[in-house]
């Protein structure tokens, strides 16, 4: 499984981002999804996941009701939609993908900077 995000940039505080993962190989594998983030000097810590029909979603205190976590099977994509954000969102964004068997497959990341 191979795994790219994509739509991280620089955005002021109180804007909106919307990032992709896209998914490709063995994706009929993949079970549970999430994004990660890890900002400078800190540890990577889970921001959403979402489990492989969609249905079951966990999100960090720090960004309920801000963002959101979705995926479409069909496009082998997952999406987290960013509203709201704060300088303290500021980090590399990873996505994450978990197969059947347990295995964690990782993407390279986008950076996401919000300015206050």
């Known amino acids: 499984v191979q795994l790219v995000e994509s739509g991280g940039g620089l955005v002021q505080a109180g804007g909106s981002l919307r990032l992709s993962c896209a998914a490709s190989?063995?994706?009929?594998?993949?079970?549970?999804m999430g994004w990660y983030r890890q900002a400078p000097g800190k540890q990577r810590e889970l921001v959403a996941d979402?489990?492989?029909?969609?249905?079951?979603?966990n999100y960090a205190d720090s960004v309920k009701g801000r963002f959101a976590i979705s995926r479409d099977n069909a496009k082998n994509t997952m999406y987290l939609q960013m509203n709201s954000l704060k300088p303290e969102d500021t980090a590399v964004y990873y996505c994450?993908?978990?197969?059947?068997?347990?295995?964690?497959?990782w993407g390279k990341g986008t950076l996401v900077t919000v300015s206050s």
């Open positions: 994450k993908a978990v197969n059947f068997g347990g295995v964690a497959y």
């Open positions: 190989g063995s994706t009929f594998s993949i079970n549970r």
């Open positions: 979402i489990s492989k029909g969609g249905g079951t979603t």
